[in-house]
């Protein structure tokens, strides 16, 4: 049974900083790309940040490109998104998801990701 589960949202204060994790089983996590998509009350959800760790092909939306990081540690089966510089803006319920990686190209929509995480909030305040 493929389980996804996120954590380490909280309040923080425009200008800091949270790490989310979101640690994976039940899939050989090798053959699978990883998303964090996010999704603000009133607004569709969006995919933030995205990596396939077979081959450290990373994707990140443009609103959040030189702030956050996402990495993948293969031996915990787990990934990271590593947000600095928060803004109120990034204020949001942030959902991890799993797709199978073909290697040929990195997913980032909503459709492509099958397994889907219980979200985890993010509140910046200003």
């Known amino acids: 049974e493929v389980q996804l589960q996120a954590s380490g949202g909280g309040l923080v204060q425009a200008g800091g900083s949270l790490r989310l994790s979101c640690a994976a089983s039940?899939?050989?996590?090798?053959?699978?790309?990883m998303c964090w998509f996010r999704q603000a009350p009133g607004k569709e959800r969006e995919g933030v940040s995205c990596i396939a760790s077979s081959d450290g092909s990373t994707y990140y939306v443009h609103s959040v490109k030189g702030r956050f990081t996402i990495s993948g540690d293969n031996a915990k089966n787990t990934v990271y998104l590593q947000m600095n510089s928060l803004k109120p803006e990034d204020t949001a319920l942030y959902y991890c998801?799993?797709?199978?990686?073909?290697?040929?190209?990195?997913?980032?929509?909503?459709?492509?990701?099958?397994?889907w995480g219980q979200g985890t909030q993010v509140t910046v305040s200003s």
């Open positions: 039940g899939f050989t996590f090798d053959d699978y790309a």
């Open positions: 998801a799993s797709a199978r990686y073909s290697g040929r190209y990195l997913p980032s929509s909503l459709s492509e990701y099958d397994y």
